[in-house]
């Protein structure tokens, strides 16, 4: 019974996300869209809990922790992303901004579902509560980091169309400049605490375990320190001279990429030490 309730909610997800997706995107119509203002938050909110209603299958289905192999940690950025994105929005429906957001949830989520499991793994699981706290805080700092590429990504879109001139449902529909740079360092400073969390964790973890590989000069390791940095400059970039917004705005862009080469050489099989299962 677990397991089909696993291949369902997995099986619908993607199509769930991308409905919501739609529902904030209807923003874009101003007062000439559909009235959904009430239902869309909702509906999201519904997506959330079946998410994690998701993990907590998997968690049953185990008989402890949740396992993360390499796509199920896909789906648990995704989730993490969500999450933060309705914490930062309790307040102010950020409507047109969600639509970004869910459109790469949907596509992340697609591509966990794909390849990811839809059954439970068994009784494999991390051994220690410090594995867990690693993996966790692993998920929620990148969900964190893509959150903040994408308001920066936001910002200059919206900046260039301001030097353009080009005031159309994007402009009229976007925060402002400001409210999208704070948000941009907002993000960066989530992600940047929950790296430091995450990697000090991570590592004492493979020292303690004796992990075979594990090294400083490994890639995922470099690329790790490089996001928190990264990250971390973005965050105070506001008390940084000479760091704009707008260098701010690219560099938290340009960290989506470092972000999506980690991730790659983590799913891919050999590539790192990093092992999921």
């Known amino acids: 019974m677990i397991d089909v309730l696993i291949q369902a909610i997995t099986v619908f997800l993607p199509a769930g996300y991308l409905v919501a997706?739609?529902?904030?995107?209807?923003?874009?119509?101003?007062?000439?869209?559909?009235?959904?203002?009430?239902?869309?938050?909702?509906?999201?909110?519904?997506?959330?809990?079946?998410h994690m209603g998701l993990f907590a299958l998997h968690g049953v289905g185990t008989g402890g922790f949740p396992v993360f192999d390499a796509w199920l940690s896909v789906s648990a950025v995704t989730l993490a992303l969500v999450g933060l994105f309705v914490v930062v929005?309790?307040?102010?429906?950020?409507?047109?901004?969600?639509?970004?957001?869910?459109?790469?949830?949907?596509?992340?989520?697609?591509?966990?579902s794909m390849f990811g499991p839809t059954e439970a793994f068994g009784s494999e699981r991390p051994s220690s509560a410090a594995t867990g706290i690693h993996a966790v805080t692993a998920a929620v700092a990148s969900a964190a980091l893509i959150l903040s590429g994408l308001y920066g990504f936001l910002y200059l879109t919206l900046l260039r169309q301001m030097k353009r001139q080009t005031f159309g449902p994007i402009f009229r529909q976007l925060p402002d400049l400001a409210q999208l740079a704070r948000m941009t360092r907002s993000a960066a400073l989530a992600g940047f605490l929950g790296l430091t969390l995450g990697v000090n964790v991570g590592i004492g973890v493979a020292h303690a375990k004796g992990t075979v590989g594990f090294q400083y000069t490994d890639p995922t390791v470099i690329l790790t320190l490089v996001l928190w940095l990264h990250f971390g400059v973005i965050a105070f970039s506001a008390k940084i001279r000479g760091v704009t917004a707008q260098r701010a705005s690219f560099a938290a862009v340009a960290g989506l990429t470092?972000?999506?080469?980690?991730l790659f050489l983590a799913v891919v099989p050999g590539a790192t030490f990093h092992a999921f299962r």
């Open 89 to 112: 929005t309790r307040r102010h429906d950020q409507a047109t901004v969600g639509a970004l957001v869910l459109l790469v949830v949907a596509a992340l989520q697609m591509i966990s």
């Open 258 to 262: 470092v972000l999506v080469a980690t």
């Open 21 to 50: 997706m739609l529902l904030y995107a209807m923003a874009f119509a101003g007062d000439r869209g559909p009235n959904v203002q009430r239902i869309r938050p909702n509906v999201l909110r519904l997506l959330l809990v079946l």
